[in-house]
């Protein structure tokens, strides 16, 4: 009988200037040399910026793809592209947008942020952070694969059945697309986990759940909401795959199935994941802007009170996307009302920013003008969402441009402005150097006068009838001018996006120096060098409140929190585990380090998923024996990591 | 500088201690999500039960018939019961009874996928025939691929548990992969409701 007096131990306390320290640190943490520790890196930082970049070629290719069917739109009668082409342009720049870049592109921030956020040396499940990446690129590989060779998804992003059933629709287009986003559904999931366990587990000593950055609720409402949302999505897009590959009948009328199940399932993922690639964002303008009003912001626990209710009213609400398909009055009238009550958190926000910028001394950076034109273009958003939320208004509306000014107000506006907002901000710590802020006023301008000239007057052309993902238009419908400006616009927009990415690689090399803390911001990852080392922090912090930096001039709640003194941990990869509540010290974590498991798990997953599309099921097989192989090695039992009887390794 | 402020006040356990270890909690995450997935299949199953259906359509070829799937019930949960004895007997040191009740209850989880295998082969219908052959065999499918995995997650760790990988502090594999056993019995417990219980409540008729 062992007990568990043996494997316990007190940990040092030191000074962050304790010499060799910091050497000894980097010679834990530190990724292994060449294209081995490229692969096998599980650093967080490292993880979160290829999620950024990739997340952004993806931007670049769904936004290459807008343009193309703009030019067929800006006049009548254009044919610049076949209507089959335009089918799978339209339906591509939407997965592309919304699955590839939106949600991919705050994973990546929060991946970046989180562990500096909360005094941590790393996430919770380091391993399965780089699996999550790599199931990102390959599905995206695998998604944009089938667009490459001719096959892209063509029957819009939402994939309506029976348009998307194999009777009208032959191809392996929905093939592709179905086996993709299950792929995809899977990154989500294991990331989404990660970030939950995380925020229970990896608070530094003090940061108690009233002390949590706004950031960090919004990605956790984000992963909460997608751990249970994204199963019905994967599901729906499985049956769909039964019924054109193996003669099943959930979604075939005719047979007796229901094609308003593919509905159902659809958009009970569908809006909750609208609020998960919005959250994380507002979340990273609560913490940026208040850093540029120089004051904390207004009502922070309100704020992160209606981030969460938020996604809770966000569970009952996809019946809006169906609104025309002829449900009872009673479960419409229901569904009308609980999309108008988001109205109410989405209000706090928006009355605690403006607070924040009221009372505060504004510093007008591009980053602030970023988050601050974010809080207008969500109203702008907010308020057609609450036009069509209600019933005789979507009625209307439903299918005509006015959806998509909605849609577009709604993503660019609360999820690409506080991301370029973010990268300004952000920039100096991932990469030690500042932005320029000249060339920053160019882009910001550019993509606010090119966003709203081209996506305002879509409100107009939806207004004046014209439906959406039609290719092309008759001439005297009266919808000439307006397609014109929306292409124009759309075309500067595209030109400040331009110039944020021109800024990045000018920056990378040759802007200023930036210093551990730029902006004299008040949380922990500024507490850190710039770029912070692989371990993050040489002792682990300690948090006395909401501001540890800024404690010498807002005073501080009894508590104090120490930056330059705290845990060593040096035993090994260490980390601290905390209580879920109250941050309180219970266990020092091992951490794993760099492995291959992650990206042989992703290969091996991909390959599945090839043999799915194939129907070759010796390669479903042989990639089911791989994915077995795989997860036994990465689980392997190992004293090493704390995980086995023999040697204490304490 | 206070070192009480940040000292903690006791002497902390390191690496993987129960429910203390990050996997406990990833596994805890990955129920949920699971089980979000089969309520998502169970509403897939009502919604398509709730419309009109000819007589004997739903479910095809009548009320499930439950000479096997009950039985088959039983052995997944006395399996259940073994995996629970095999977590109290590592918790106590009993690395014999560890290794045991493991092997049982992965034991009983084959019994319950050739019980499954008969019942599937019995079947009138297959696959491709109707809404509810569609259901019937994606759902009981799925879980028993959850099964499969839970068999396969209790095997490893019985080959571990021989290997004396595991004492009465070193038990967090153990336990993260028996809730994953438990939570696949549980979860059939609401599939086997479904399918043969609410027929006989009148549920499609």
């Given at each position: 009988m062992s007990s568990i007096t043996d494997y316990e131990r007190m940990p040092d306390v030191a000074e962050a200037?304790?010499?060799g320290l910091a050497q000894e640190m980097q010679r834990l943490w530190e990724t292994g040399p060449g294209v081995r520790g490229w692969l096998s890196t599980v650093d967080h930082k490292e993880i979160g910026l290829r999620y950024i970049v990739t997340a952004f070629a993806f931007l670049i290719a769904g936004g290459v793809e807008a343009l193309i069917f703009r030019l067929q739109l800006?006049?009548?009668?254009?044919?610049?592209?076949?209507p089959e082409q335009y089918d799978q342009l339209f339906t591509v720049h939407g997965m592309t947008m919304i699955f590839l870049y939106a949600g991919p592109v705050l994973s990546g921030f929060s991946n970046y942020l989180w562990p500096l956020l909360l005094g941590a040396?790393?996430?919770?499940?380091p391993r399965l952070n780089a699996l999550s990446y790599w199931i990102y690129l390959c599905a995206g590989v695998f998604l944009y694969a089938a667009f490459a060779i001719?096959?892209?998804?063509?029957?819009?992003?939402?994939?309506?059945v029976p348009l998307a059933a194999r009777a009208f629709n032959g191809g392996p287009n929905i093939d592709f697309y179905a086996l993709g986003m299950i792929l995809l559904g899977i990154s989500t999931t294991v990331g989404a986990i990660n970030f939950i366990v995380t925020f229970l587990r990896?608070?530094?000593?003090?940061?108690?759940?009233?002390?949590?950055p706004i950031l960090i609720w919004g990605t956790l409402t984000a992963s909460a909401a997608n751990v249970f949302a994204i199963p019905a999505v994967s599901l729906a897009f499985f049956l769909l795959w039964m019924d054109r590959n193996?003669?099943?009948?959930?979604?075939?009328t005719a047979a007796g199935?229901?094609?308003l199940l593919w509905q159902h399932l659809f958009w009970m993922f569908g809006h909750p994941w609208v609020y998960a690639i919005v959250l994380p964002a507002m979340g990273m303008v609560s913490d940026g802007l208040p850093v540029f009003c120089r004051r904390?912001?207004?009502g922070a626990p309100a704020v992160a009170l209606a981030t969460v209710a938020t996604m809770v009213l966000g569970f009952?609400?996809?019946?809006h996307h169906m609104?025309?398909?002829?449900?009872p009055t009673i479960s419409l009238s229901f569904f009308s009302a609980a999309s108008i009550i988001i109205a109410l958190p989405s209000a706090v926000g928006v009355f605690a920013w403006l607070a924040t910028i009221w009372t505060g001394r504004p510093v007008f950076t591009t980053a602030f003008l970023f988050f601050a034109s974010f809080i207008l273009l969500f109203t702008i958003g907010g308020v057609s969402g609450f036009m069509t939320g209600s019933l005789p208004v979507d009625w209307q509306?439903?299918?005509?441009?006015f959806v998509v000014a909605h849609i577009h107000y709604v993503l660019i506006g609360i999820n690409v402005f506080p991301v370029a907002g973010a990268i300004y901000f952000w920039f100096p710590k991932f990469t030690g150097r500042m932005l320029d802020e000249r060339l920053g006023r160019w882009n910001f301008w550019l993509m606010f006068a090119g966003f709203n000239i081209g996506f305002f007057p879509m409100h107009i052309a939806g207004l004046l009838g014209m439906p959406r993902r039609i290719y092309t238009y008759a001439d005297g419908m009266g919808w000439d001018w307006v397609n014109l400006t929306i292409t124009a616009g759309s075309f500067v927009f595209a030109f400040g996006v331009l110039l944020l990415i021109a800024n990045v690689v000018r920056s990378v090399k040759a802007g200023r120096f930036a210093g551990a803390n730029p902006w004299d911001?008040?949380?922990?990852?500024?507490?850190?060098?710039?770029?912070?080392?692989?371990?993050?922090?040489?002792v682990i912090p300690t948090v006395g409140g909401a501001h540890p930096l800024w404690e010498d001039r807002l005073?501080?709640?009894g508590e104090t929190s120490h930056t330059?003194?705290?845990?060593?941990?040096?035993?090994?990869?260490e980390a601290i585990g905390t209580t879920p509540?109250?941050?309180?010290?219970n266990v020092i974590l091992k951490m794993p380090g760099d492995s291959l498991s992650p990206l042989c798990l992703a290969l091996a997953a991909t390959a599945l998923f090839v043999g799915l599309l194939l129907l070759a099921w010796w390669l479903v097989a042989l990639s089911l024996l791989g994915i077995g192989a795989s997860i036994l090695v990465w689980l392997w039992p190992r004293a090493r990591l704390g995980e086995t009887a023999g040697g204490a390794h304490v | 500088m206070s070192d009480a402020a940040i000292r903690p006040h006791a002497e902390l356990p390191v690496g993987a201690i129960g429910s203390r270890a990050s996997g406990w909690w990833a596994m805890i995450f990955t129920i949920f999500t699971e089980g979000s997935l089969f309520a998502y299949l169970l509403f897939s199953y009502y919604y398509i039960a709730a419309q009109p259906h000819l007589p004997?359509?739903?479910p095809q070829g009548g009320v499930p018939s439950l000479a096997l799937a009950l039985p088959n019930t039983i052995v997944l949960l006395i399996s259940s019961g073994f995996v629970a004895w095999a977590q109290t007997g590592v918790e106590r040191n009993d690395k014999k009874r560890l290794a045991l009740g493991l092997l049982i209850g992965c034991l009983l989880g084959i019994v319950f996928l050739i019980v499954q295998y008969f019942e599937w082969a019995g079947?009138?219908?297959?696959?491709?025939?109707s809404p509810y052959s569609s259901l019937y065999f994606v759902v009981t499918g799925f879980h028993m691929a959850h099964v499969v995995v839970g068999v396969l997650v209790l095997a490893a760790l019985w080959f571990w548990s021989r290997r004396g990988y595991f004492n009465n502090v070193r038990f967090a594999h153990v336990h993260i992969g028996a809730i994953y056993w438990h939570f696949v019995d549980a979860v059939w417990i609401a599939v086997f409701f479904t399918f043969y219980i609410t027929p006989l409540l009148g549920l499609g008729a």
């Amino acid at each position: 009988m062992s007990s568990i007096t043996d494997y316990e131990r007190m940990p040092d306390v030191a000074e962050a200037e304790r010499r060799g320290l910091a050497q000894e640190m980097q010679r834990l943490w530190e990724t292994g040399p060449g294209v081995r520790g490229w692969l096998s890196t599980v650093d967080h930082k490292e993880i979160g910026l290829r999620y950024i970049v990739t997340a952004f070629a993806f931007l670049i290719a769904g936004g290459v793809e807008a343009l193309i069917f703009r030019l067929q739109l800006a006049g009548p009668n254009e044919h610049l592209l076949t209507p089959e082409q335009y089918d799978q342009l339209f339906t591509v720049h939407g997965m592309t947008m919304i699955f590839l870049y939106a949600g991919p592109v705050l994973s990546g921030f929060s991946n970046y942020l989180w562990p500096l956020l909360l005094g941590a040396r790393d996430m919770a499940l380091p391993r399965l952070n780089a699996l999550s990446y790599w199931i990102y690129l390959c599905a995206g590989v695998f998604l944009y694969a089938a667009f490459a060779i001719g096959f892209g998804p063509n029957d819009g992003w939402f994939n309506y059945v029976p348009l998307a059933a194999r009777a009208f629709n032959g191809g392996p287009n929905i093939d592709f697309y179905a086996l993709g986003m299950i792929l995809l559904g899977i990154s989500t999931t294991v990331g989404a986990i990660n970030f939950i366990v995380t925020f229970l587990r990896m608070r530094a000593p003090g940061m108690t759940i009233n002390r949590v950055p706004i950031l960090i609720w919004g990605t956790l409402t984000a992963s909460a909401a997608n751990v249970f949302a994204i199963p019905a999505v994967s599901l729906a897009f499985f049956l769909l795959w039964m019924d054109r590959n193996l003669g099943t009948h959930f979604f075939d009328t005719a047979a007796g199935g229901q094609a308003l199940l593919w509905q159902h399932l659809f958009w009970m993922f569908g809006h909750p994941w609208v609020y998960a690639i919005v959250l994380p964002a507002m979340g990273m303008v609560s913490d940026g802007l208040p850093v540029f009003c120089r004051r904390p912001l207004v009502g922070a626990p309100a704020v992160a009170l209606a981030t969460v209710a938020t996604m809770v009213l966000g569970f009952g609400v996809w019946v809006h996307h169906m609104f025309a398909t002829g449900l009872p009055t009673i479960s419409l009238s229901f569904f009308s009302a609980a999309s108008i009550i988001i109205a109410l958190p989405s209000a706090v926000g928006v009355f605690a920013w403006l607070a924040t910028i009221w009372t505060g001394r504004p510093v007008f950076t591009t980053a602030f003008l970023f988050f601050a034109s974010f809080i207008l273009l969500f109203t702008i958003g907010g308020v057609s969402g609450f036009m069509t939320g209600s019933l005789p208004v979507d009625w209307q509306l439903t299918d005509t441009y006015f959806v998509v000014a909605h849609i577009h107000y709604v993503l660019i506006g609360i999820n690409v402005f506080p991301v370029a907002g973010a990268i300004y901000f952000w920039f100096p710590k991932f990469t030690g150097r500042m932005l320029d802020e000249r060339l920053g006023r160019w882009n910001f301008w550019l993509m606010f006068a090119g966003f709203n000239i081209g996506f305002f007057p879509m409100h107009i052309a939806g207004l004046l009838g014209m439906p959406r993902r039609i290719y092309t238009y008759a001439d005297g419908m009266g919808w000439d001018w307006v397609n014109l400006t929306i292409t124009a616009g759309s075309f500067v927009f595209a030109f400040g996006v331009l110039l944020l990415i021109a800024n990045v690689v000018r920056s990378v090399k040759a802007g200023r120096f930036a210093g551990a803390n730029p902006w004299d911001a008040p949380t922990l990852e500024w507490a850190t060098s710039s770029p912070p080392p692989p371990y993050n922090f040489v002792v682990i912090p300690t948090v006395g409140g909401a501001h540890p930096l800024w404690e010498d001039r807002l005073g501080t709640e009894g508590e104090t929190s120490h930056t330059r003194a705290g845990l060593v941990l040096d035993h090994g990869r260490e980390a601290i585990g905390t209580t879920p509540v109250d941050a309180e010290p219970n266990v020092i974590l091992k951490m794993p380090g760099d492995s291959l498991s992650p990206l042989c798990l992703a290969l091996a997953a991909t390959a599945l998923f090839v043999g799915l599309l194939l129907l070759a099921w010796w390669l479903v097989a042989l990639s089911l024996l791989g994915i077995g192989a795989s997860i036994l090695v990465w689980l392997w039992p190992r004293a090493r990591l704390g995980e086995t009887a023999g040697g204490a390794h304490v | 500088m206070s070192d009480a402020a940040i000292r903690p006040h006791a002497e902390l356990p390191v690496g993987a201690i129960g429910s203390r270890a990050s996997g406990w909690w990833a596994m805890i995450f990955t129920i949920f999500t699971e089980g979000s997935l089969f309520a998502y299949l169970l509403f897939s199953y009502y919604y398509i039960a709730a419309q009109p259906h000819l007589p004997g359509t739903f479910p095809q070829g009548g009320v499930p018939s439950l000479a096997l799937a009950l039985p088959n019930t039983i052995v997944l949960l006395i399996s259940s019961g073994f995996v629970a004895w095999a977590q109290t007997g590592v918790e106590r040191n009993d690395k014999k009874r560890l290794a045991l009740g493991l092997l049982i209850g992965c034991l009983l989880g084959i019994v319950f996928l050739i019980v499954q295998y008969f019942e599937w082969a019995g079947k009138s219908f297959p696959l491709a025939s109707s809404p509810y052959s569609s259901l019937y065999f994606v759902v009981t499918g799925f879980h028993m691929a959850h099964v499969v995995v839970g068999v396969l997650v209790l095997a490893a760790l019985w080959f571990w548990s021989r290997r004396g990988y595991f004492n009465n502090v070193r038990f967090a594999h153990v336990h993260i992969g028996a809730i994953y056993w438990h939570f696949v019995d549980a979860v059939w417990i609401a599939v086997f409701f479904t399918f043969y219980i609410t027929p006989l409540l009148g549920l499609g008729a």
